[in-house]
């Protein structure tokens, strides 16, 4: 059994050259589910708080725990093996929405707790279950002005970044973190400062944890929303050296397929991918089922596509399980080896052979 005590990059490495790990599913779609009014956010604690705190989901580690809990319980049983720490919106920039960034620490922390617990629950010598603590994209852009008006204008910078990043990087670990996940990029500056930090943090600790990238792809451009291509973004970020390198949400299988196919056939590492169940209704939900949603799945690793996979927007646990099924016993994706060229990145990707 792998000592998840610190889950080395190497020990996963190894685990990921046997077999195609899953990931778990949308943690806000499970939530939606319990139908939580303002008081079910607040709870004792956050009872008299100055703002409205219905819909910040990462504070129900704090004031639901159980509810948290019970949700990755039910993604542990359909299959899952590493589970995401419902802290996506927990930096300190993000929770200034709520006058809640002196939080943050605590957020991330108890948050990672959960998962641990949950993890702790339902690992078996044969399976063991991992942490991802997850650093969100932040709800502000370094790339890219808020104000049309003013298109050198920024509302966040690069130092402020990294502060908060690294602040909620260092309480992901204390929390019980196996790897550190960078997910839903949609601007590489901000991904950068987030691996600067989480770097930083390793080094200050003296130890390495396995790294997780996952980027979006916004819409049918086939780009991220700073206008890089799935090539460009891929090596604006390998420096980082990841153990894996994927991309999650915005699109459904179906629209997907082409990127992964694409940054399965550049990348160097492992690759993971978790797609939302299709693109969202009038109504803001997401009618692609399980079953469906596990047929394109099983193509994508019958074609050596897949090293991680999972769900997000709109998935369930039904989702996990069904892709569970699908890919067990199925070859795991080799990375591609390791080659002389010399990559430089913008909005395109450019190679020159030595």
């Known amino acids: 059994m792998i000592n998840r005590s610190r889950l080395t990059p190497d020990a996963l490495r ?3 050259a046997e077999r195609i790990l899953v990931l778990d599913g949308a943690m806000g779609t499970m939530i939606q589910q319990y139908k939580l009014q303002e008081d079910d956010y607040r709870g004792t604690e956050f009872a008299d708080w100055s703002t409205d705190l219905k ?3 990462d504070l129900l580690v704090l004031t639901q725990p ?3 809990l019970d949700i990755h319980r039910k993604y542990l049983a359909a299959g899952a093996d590493i589970l995401e720490t419902n802290s ?3 930096t300190p920039i993000a929770m200034a929405d709520y006058d809640m960034s002196h939080l943050s620490a605590r957020i991330n922390r108890e948050s990672a707790a959960l998962a641990r617990q949950a993890c702790d629950e339902y690992s078996t010598p044969d399976k063991p279950r991992f942490v991802a603590g997850v650093l969100g994209p932040t709800n502000r852009t370094a790339s890219i002005s808020p104000d049309v008006n003013d298109p050198g204008y920024r509302n966040v910078d690069f130092d402020t970044l990294v502060s908060a990043y690294s602040e909620s990087t260092h309480a992901l ?3 019980g973190a196996d790897i550190i996940m960078l997910e839903t990029i949609f601007d590489t500056l901000n991904a950068k400062a987030a691996a600067f930090a989480v770097l930083k943090v390793f080094d200050e ?3 390495s944890l396995p790294v997780m990238i996952s980027g979006t792809i916004t819409d049918a451009s086939g780009r991220t929303l700073s206008g890089q291509t799935t090539e460009a973004f891929y090596h604006s970020l390998a420096h980082v050296q990841p153990v894996s390198f994927g991309l999650n949400c915005a699109l459904g299988p ?3 397929r082409p990127y992964v196919e694409t940054l399965s056939g550049i990348s160097e590492c492992y690759v993971s991918v978790h797609p939302n169940a299709g693109l969202p209704n009038e109504f803001g939900e997401y009618d692609l089922g399980a079953v469906e949603m596990a047929k394109e799945i099983a193509d994508w690793a019958e074609q050596g596509f897949l090293n991680i996979v999972g769900g997000c927007c709109g998935t369930t ?3 996990i399980k069904a892709i569970s099924d699908v890919v067990a016993g199925l070859p795991a994706r080799q990375p591609k080896q390791k080659t002389h060229q010399f990559h430089l990145s913008g909005l395109e990707a450019f190679g020159l052979e030595w």
């Open 205 to 207: 600790l003296g130890y």
């Open 55 to 57: 819909g910040n989901n």
């Open 254 to 256: 179906d629209l997907l």
């Open 88 to 90: 996506f919106n927990a």
């Open 14 to 16: 190894a685990l990921l």
């Open 173 to 175: 670990i204390e929390g």
């Open 66 to 68: 159980q509810l948290i």
């Open 317 to 319: 646990p039904e989702h």
